[in-house]
Each structure stands twice: as C-alpha cells, then as structure tokens.
C-alpha cells in the first residue's frame, strides 16, 4: 500500500494512479525547494487548500476502513490486499474436494476390494461450501462499490484536477513574471488568460470535490451498512442448521 501523503497541499501534486493511498508530491530535495520557493510564492487559496485536506483525511481514512474490512470477508492478508483487482478466495474447500475425488476413484482401482463408503457426501458438501463462500465475496464486493469507486476511481480523479489546478497557479505566475519584464499589450493579454484559465481550473476542482466526493458519502456510508447488515445475515444462516442447507443450495457449483 502506498504511504499516506505527510506533504503540504501547496506543493505541486502529482498523482499517481492506483487504488490505495494518496497522491504524493515531487521530492525536489532540500537546497531545489529552498531555492524554488525564494523564488516563487505559488500557494493554492485557502479555501482550496482547506477542501483538499479534507479530501486527502477521507481517503486515508476509507482506505483503512476499505482494507479492514476485505480482510475481515477473506480473512487472508494476501488475498485482501488485492481483492478489488484480482478477485479470488481461499482454495482450502476446493482442493480438499478435489482431493477427496481423486482418492476415491484410486481407492476404487486398487487390489483392496472392500467396498467403502461413498466419498461423495463430503465431496459434494465441500463443493457447496467452496460456492456459498465465492458467492458471499462477491455479493459483499457488490455491496462495497460505492466506496471503492471513490477509492479507485473518484479519487484520482480528483487528484488529476488537483494536479491541473495547480498547473494553472504556475502558468499565472510565469505570466506575471514575463508581464514585469515585458510591458506589452500581448504581455497582459497572456496574463489575463492565465488568470482565467487558473479560475476555471479552480471552479472545476471544487466542483468536483463538492459533487463528486462529499456530496456522494452518504452512498459511502449506505455501503459499509449494507456490508455489515450482509454480514450478520449470513453468519446467522450459516449457524442455523436448516438456513445455512438453503444457503448451500441457492450456491450449487461443480468442482472442476
């Protein structure tokens, strides 16, 4: 997992894509960013950079919770980290059916002819448990969407503006700059263009964060109930002797 982001938001962000984590900034070294800093005083507005330290408290905060609670359906470390992207559950019921099945038909082969009870009980149950389990995962995974979709998706998103926005202090500035050395007309026609553009960049940033991200929590939090009200339901099922048979039924797959 990627280390949560200590850096200032008035740094120049660059994201970098991924699930977890945040997007960190260029390390410059000490003497660059002493130096780059004497020489410009680029700083995003307070309100902004407010708004994105909000954002970056909440990812960090959902990737933990997003984590724990994969960890929590697999109860596997290796397998949880990546869940979202490589979907897979722990093989112990599949392979022990498959074991139980290639015992069987060797056992049947052999020069013992005693005649044993059917492994087929074990082997079928095993099966059924093997897809009651993919099929809990999955539904869960289901159920966590909104929250991952912010994770993955929203969040980079918001971090490309965030990279943009600050693209755009930068180019204001070099415009400034080049409009106290150079007092033309096409000096100040290029600075009034940076300023707008910097504007809109900002106006789309928080835009974003507004709609696409503290507007959507509560589809967040809608998640992480239906997560956990699942959860009850299924371990209540799979406790009651007669719930968790339907259970196995309703998830029937063959071992292959």
Not at 133 to 150: A, G, I, M
Not at 202 to 207: A, G, I, V
Request: with cysteine; charged share 35%.
């Amino acid at each position: 997992m990627a280390k949560d982001s200590t850096k200032s938001t008035d740094e120049s962000p660059i994201p970098q894509g991924g699930f977890y984590g945040l997007a960190d900034h260029p390390n410059h070294g000490l003497i660059a960013s002493i130096l780059k800093r004497k020489r410009r005083k680029i700083k995003m507005t307070e309100d902004v950079k407010k708004m994105c330290g909000k954002v970056e408290a909440y990812k960090t905060c959902s990737d933990k919770l997003h984590q724990a609670l994969l960890f929590m359906l697999v109860e596997s470390p290796e397998i949880s980290k990546d869940l979202v992207t490589h979907f897979k559950t722990e093989p112990n019921y599949r392979y022990a059916g498959k074991y139980l099945k290639t015992y069987e038909a060797i056992a049947n082969k052999g020069r013992d002819k005693t005649k044993y009870e059917s492994l087929e009980p074990a082997i079928s149950t095993l099966s059924l448990l093997d897809a009651e389990r993919e099929s809990r995962v999955r539904k869960q995974l289901d159920n966590l969407k909104p929250l991952t979709k912010f994770i993955g998706e929203d969040y980079w998103e918001y971090a490309r503006l965030r990279r943009v926005y600050w693209d755009g202090l930068e180019a204001y500035d070099d415009a400034l700059t080049q409009q106290s050395k150079d007092r033309t007309e096409e000096a100040e026609r290029i600075t009034v263009n940076a300023q707008n553009w910097r504007n809109d960049c900002r106006q789309k940033l928080m835009d974003f964060i507004k709609n696409g991200i503290f507007d959507q929590r509560p589809k967040h939090c809608d998640a992480i109930l239906k997560f956990r009200d699942e959860a009850i339901l299924s371990h209540r099922a799979m406790s009651d002797p007669q719930q968790s048979a339907e259970a196995l039924k309703t998830a029937v797959k063959p071992l292959k």
